[in-house]
Structure formats: C-alpha cells, structure tokens
T-cell receptor, first 114, second 111 residues
C-alpha cells in the first residue's frame, strides 16, 4: 500500500531557530501534499496545500512567511517553521495523494520549542 | 464540503461490535463518506469510504442510510488496539481536494 514517511518524528529546538520537517511518498508520486497541525486534545487543522512545482496555498490565518512549504518533487515536500516560538509547539502531520486514490498520512512530527 | 456531526466519545467492550454514528444531513449527491481513525500520537489511518451502497473491507463495514443523511461505521469485533479517535468526513471524490477533519469520536475499547 501507499506509504508516507515523515521525519523527524520528534524535535526539540530553541526559540528563534528554524526547523525543517520532511514528508516523502515512498511508493507513489504525490501530486498534492497537505500539512496539518494538531494541538493536544484537538482535531487536525489544515495549514496548507501544496502541488508539485507550485506555490503552496495556505489556509486563512496561517502565516506563509513563518511556515515555509516546498514541494519541489513528486515525492518530497518540506515544512520549515522559521523563527520558532513556544506557541509553535505542536504535532505536525503531512498527507499525500497521487490524485487518484485516497490520502496517506505520515506518522507526524512532535515539535517542542523551548 | 458537508459538515458532519459525531458523538464526542463512546465506550465498547472488547470483542463486541463498535457502532460509530455520523450525521451528514447536508451531504450533496457527489460527496462520499470517508472514515479515518487516529491512534494517539500517530497520523490518521484510512478505514473505509462509500457513496450510497454499504461497504465492507477487512477493517470495518460502512452502512449509509438510504437518504444518505447519516452513516454508521461498524467494527465487528473491537479490540483494545481499536481505541482511537474516529473521524467521519464528507467530501467530493478525487485527488487534490483537501480533507477537513471535524472533532471525531473518541472510542475507548475496554476489557
């Protein structure tokens, strides 16, 4: 079945630094990838949609200059949290689709900013 | 995409069937019903989806009412590993469309 690999699974960084999270589709070409954020005891909130080779489309209220998304190939999308602050601490999850079948999710990245 | 309503939590005894309801009274004719689940601190996992006919796979069964305004996900023999948050999502089929999650149902399977 379709597999999406997300790395790292957890990361701790200092306030003011940047963190990059990778999302790879291992056995299919992901024409579209999605990035979600999830706070404790809450549902997944969509942050942005990215199509290969195009600029990402951000949901209302999500700062595009803070959450940089790159989808340069059909198998890789990255989310960079720039100048991270404690309020950015959250569980970040990516999802990928090849446009034909369903959505496959990564295992998530736990970001803690100290 | 149509909005869905699910109970916030449910309990089920291990080995018994777990029946998770979902209301989607504003569903459109071209919208499918999808079910995902999320085990604690993991990414969501696809379970099943359907348009109007009942569906069954190795994980679960999906029963959709004739008017399509509600559906029920059935886990026939729940185990402790089925403890998770279950999300019912209604959307148009086809890749590229975003998947919007509601609050879901926290299912707790107990001995």
């Amino acid at each position: 079945g379709a597999v999406v690999s997300q790395h790292p699974s957890w990361v701790i960084c200092k306030s003011g630094t940047s963190v990059k999270i990778e999302c790879r589709s291992l056995d299919f070409q992901a024409t579209t990838m999605f990035w979600y954020r999830q706070f404790p005891k809450q549902s997944l909130m969509l942050m942005a949609t990215s199509n290969e080779g195009s600029k990402a489309t951000y949901e209302q209220g999500v700062e595009k200059d803070k959450f940089l998304i790159n989808h340069a190939s059909l198998t890789l999308s990255t989310l960079t949290v720039t100048s991270a602050h404690p309020e950015d601490s959250s569980f970040y999850i990516c999802s990928a689709t090849d446009g034909r079948y369903g959505y496959t999710f990564g295992s998530g990245t736990r970001l803690t900013v100290v | 995409d149509a909005k869905t309503t699910q109970p916030p939590s449910m309990d089920c005894a291990e080995g018994r069937a777990a029946n998770l309801p979902c209301n989607h009274s504003t569903i459109s004719g071209n919208e499918y019903v999808y079910w995902y689940r999320q085990i604690h601190s993991q990414g969501p996992q696809y379970i099943i989806h359907g348009l109007k006919n009942n569906e069954t796979n190795e994980m679960a069964s999906l029963i959709i009412t004739e008017d399509r305004k509600s559906s029920t996900l059935i886990l026939p023999h729940a185990t402790l590993r089925d403890t998770a948050v279950y999300y019912c999502i209604v959307r148009v089929a086809g890749g590229g469309n975003k998947l919007t999650f509601g609050t879901g149902t926290q299912l707790k399977v107990e001995l």
